[in-house]
């Protein structure tokens, strides 16, 4: 999968395990991740799956820890997570939402099949043993676009490894080693004039 990795990104490693900032920084991410993928839905299904975006990102937020004490990199461990909701999209037939395409699935499992076993993480169960005890909230499903799935925000080919898209535009191929002089105040969420700009990938 291709994602981006910046500044912004090893304050929020930093942050998320941290108190009371940690908290801040994971409900941060969880609204801006919440919002940016129900944009990439039907406006007439945004809300019907927020409540359920927010608690499965939510628990994400737990599997990224997890990785990250599992000796995944930064960009390993979140590309983790965006798996595991590139799962739930396909299982509820939100097609539309995910970030690569279908026939991809078992490829990006495969590359974290040890973690994913692990935790009892599967397609079909996108959160394993990191589903909240109440469970996530239900949303209605559109099993129909299964049968001939449209991506219109995949971007296929990026199945093999983690690519990291930098601030200037480089592909790196694994991700980028982390600074030496992380500022956790750089973390989304810790400042209150945060908007959406440092993106959900």
């Known amino acids: 999968m291709k994602i981006r990795q910046n500044v912004r990104h090893w304050a929020a490693k930093k942050a998320l395990t ?14 801006l991740h919440t919002r940016v993928f129900l ?3 039907d406006e007439d299904r945004q809300e019907e799956r927020r409540a359920h975006l927010d608690d499965f990102f939510d ?21 983790i ?16 939402m995910m ?5 991809e699935l078992a490829d990006h499992y495969d590359r974290y099949a040890e973690f994913f076993e692990r935790w009892g993480i599967t397609i079909s169960d996108p959160l394993g043993e990191f589903e909240p005890a109440d469970g996530v909230a239900e949303a209605p499903s559109t099993p129909e676009k299964l049968d001939d799935p449209e991506h219109p925000h995949a971007e296929g080919g990026f199945a093999d490894d983690v690519y990291v898209e930098t601030d200037d535009g480089e592909l790196v191929v694994g991700g980028q080693d982390e600074p030496d002089d ?8 810790v400042d209150a ?3 959406e700009e440092a993106g959900a990938d």
Request: aromatic fraction near 12%; hydrophobic fraction near 35%; glycine fraction near 8%.
């Open 81 to 96: 997570t965006h798996v595991q909701a590139n799962f739930d999209f396909y299982n509820h037939g939100w097609t539309e």
């Open 18 to 31: 941290m108190p009371v900032v940690g908290q801040k920084t994971n409900d941060w991410l969880v609204d």
């Open 99 to 103: 970030e690569f395409p279908s026939d």
């Open 59 to 79: 628990a994400t937020m737990d599997t990224y820890v997890a990785a990250l004490d599992s000796g995944y990199s930064e960009a390993e461990a979140r590309e």
């Open 193 to 195: 004039e945060d908007g």
């Open 39 to 41: 944009k990439k839905a």
């Open 182 to 189: 992380v500022d956790v105040t750089d973390a989304p969420g």
